[in-house]
C-alpha cells in the first residue's frame, strides 16, 4: 500500500500545474489616454500597438519595462474602407512602399518580437502583398499572428510559405463590452483553450475590458490555464527559424 500511495505521490508532483497555454493580445493600443489602463495588467498579456500613434511608443516602452510582450499591430486594408492611419498598408502599394512602411513601423515601435494586423479584410485576401509583409517581418525575426478578420485570409499561407512563425486568433473577447457578452466570450476562451491546449485570444483596450480581465483572470488558473506571452506558443518554431535570436531581443 505504501508503494502505490509513493507511487501517485510521485505522478502528482510530476503532473504540469497547468493543462493549457493562453496568450491573450491586447491590440489597437495607440490613440486614446485610456489605452494606458492595459499596462495595470499582469505582464503575461502581450500588447499589440499601432505605429506612428500619439502614445504607441511610449506604452510600447513602457509596457516593455514592466515585463509585457509587445507586438507591432500592422493597420491593413479593410473591405470597408475604414480610415487605416499612419503606416497602413493598402492594395495599391509596391513591394518596395509595403516593405518600407514595415521597417519604419518596427523602427516607431520599440521591443516588437511579433506583428498582427488592425483590420485588413481586403489586404489579407491579396496573395502578393502578404507575402511582402511576411518577408519584412522574417528580415526583423518576428513572428506573426494573423487575426483572421476574413475567412479568406492569405496571410497564414504566406508566412509558411516565406517561413515566418505563426499563430492564428482563435478568439475575440470583446466585440461586444457588456459584462453578459465578456462573460460569454471568457467562458469560451477557457473552454477552448483546455480542448486546443495552447490558444490565442484578442482583445481591445476598452475600460470594460480591462476592468473585466483585472478582476476575472485569476480564473483561468483555477481551470488549469496558464496566461503566456504570445512568442512561448512559438518556442520551437522560432528556435528552428530564428537560431539566432533571443527572448530578449531588442528591437
Not at 474602407?81 to 518596395?96: C, K
Not at 506583428?115 to 485588413?120: E, L, P, Q, R
Amino acid at each position: 500500500m505504501r508503494f502505490f500511495l509513493f507511487i501517485i505521490l510521485q505522478l502528482v508532483c510530476l503532473s504540469p500545474l497547468y493543462a493549457a497555454n493562453l496568450a491573450i493580445i491586447i491590440d489597437d493600443i495607440g490613440y486614446r489616454q485610456t489605452d494606458e489602463a492595459v499596462l495595470s495588467l499582469p505582464p503575461s498579456i502581450t500588447l499589440s500597438v499601432l505605429p506612428h500613434t500619439p502614445l504607441g511608443q511610449r506604452l510600447a516602452l513602457a509596457g516593455h519595462q514592466k515585463g509585457h510582450e509587445i507586438m507591432l499591430h500592422i493597420p491593413m486594408q479593410a473591405l470597408s474602407g475604414n480610415e487605416l492611419g499612419p503606416g497602413g498598408l493598402t492594395n495599391d502599394m509596391s513591394e518596395e512602399q509595403v516593405k518600407s512602411e514595415i521597417t519604419s513601423a518596427f523602427n516607431n515601435i520599440p521591443f516588437a518580437r511579433g506583428a498582427n494586423n488592425h483590420m485588413g479584410s481586403l489586404l489579407t485576401q491579396l496573395t502578393e502583398p502578404m507575402q511582402w509583409v511576411m518577408q519584412s517581418l522574417k528580415i526583423q525575426q518576428a513572428y506573426f499572428v494573423d487575426s483572421v478578420t476574413t475567412s479568406y485570409s492569405k496571410a497564414s499561407t504566406a508566412a509558411r510559405d516565406v517561413g515566418v512563425p505563426l499563430l492564428q486568433r482563435q478568439v475575440f473577447l470583446d466585440n461586444d463590452v457588456h459584462h453578459q457578452a465578456l462573460e460569454k466570450q471568457f467562458k469560451q476562451i477557457i473552454q477552448f483553450a483546455k480542448q486546443e491546449g495552447n490558444l490565442v485570444a484578442i482583445a481591445h483596450p476598452y475600460p470594460e475590458t480591462v476592468a473585466f480581465l483585472t478582476a476575472n483572470l485569476p480564473r483561468l488558473k483555477a481551470n488549469g490555464i496558464e496566461l503566456v506571452h504570445t512568442s512561448e506558443l512559438l518556442a520551437v518554431d522560432i528556435a528552428r527559424i530564428y537560431p539566432t535570436s533571443s527572448n530578449q531581443v531588442l528591437r
